[in-house]
């Protein structure tokens, strides 16, 4: 079995999700993750819809300059900032640049924890040492 994996992206079978781009690329079999993910970006001049939701997300700006809004207050955001959202919040990102804005958006909660606890303790993972082959 391959410990190592990359799930590679698609800019060709991205679709619209809460008015984004998007790609979904977590949930991902190999990866036992307590978070789900997914690839976002966002042409120049257009805004996600704004947009809460139970689960607690983290944003990863990778590519562009956008402003993020939550519950009002509005944020310069741009390729190398992280930002965090409590759950119930209200947000949308409007891209203020002249290219695409590119981020990754990781999401969780305490149900996916939940689960992920449980195929771990069935399946834990296999330590450094059990690896090694001679």
Known sequence: MTRFEIRGLDRDKLEVAYGVASQRLLPWELLNAP???????????????????HEYELFIAMKGRAVLDEDGD????????LAHH???THHYV???GEGDFEWYAIWWDTDMSDRFRARHAQNPPVSESDSVQS
């Open 94 to 96: 409007r891209n203020v």
């Open 86 to 88: 409590m759950p119930g």
């Open 35 to 53: 978070f789900e993910g997914a690839f976002c970006k966002l042409g120049p001049g257009e805004a996600s819809d704004a947009h809460s939701h």
């Open 74 to 81: 509005e944020r310069d955001f741009v390729a190398g900032d």
